[in-house]
């Protein structure tokens, strides 16, 4: 007998998930893609941004490993239970609460971390431009 398929707790069309891939599909190459029930947003093959820890509203990030440990500090920032063993880390968001300015700055790093040459070479001629909050 096979178990049924765990429902996604932050699926595609959820607003927080929409809110993450507008800062997310801004960056050269990037690609939105469904792993192990969760959306994760990559930079060609490798992931820089997945939704949702559990049932919490969070965001996961690649650090930049000179401020990982000052992020730590925040109590909205945290280590997640799987990729964490791995470096990342996550910051508790809502759709409509938090730091989405910081967000915005951790994905930047997140995405520089894992992207090729080419994309770093694309962004840096068409940088990414802040949203306005």
């Given amino acids: 007998m096979t178990a049924a398929p765990h429902p996604m707790m932050f699926p595609p069309d959820h607003p927080l998930v929409e809110r993450v891939r507008a800062l997310c599909m801004r960056y050269p190459e990037a690609a939105e893609v469904i792993s192990h029930g969760r959306v994760t947003f990559r930079a060609g093959k490798r992931q820089f941004a997945i ?23 925040r ?30 700055e951790l994905l930047d790093a997140s995405y520089r971390s894992v992207a090729l040459v080419r994309q770093l070479r694309a962004l840096d001629a068409d940088p990414v431009v802040p949203f306005a909050e």
């Fill in 51 to 73: 939704v949702g820890v559990g049932d919490r509203g969070a965001v996961l990030f690649i650090p930049d490993p000179v401020e990982r440990e000052a992020l730590l500090q």
């Fill in 75 to 104: 109590d909205d920032v945290f280590v997640p239970p799987y990729e964490g063993a791995y470096g990342w880390l996550a910051i508790g968001v809502e759709t409509d609460a938090g730091d989405w300015a910081l967000l915005e």
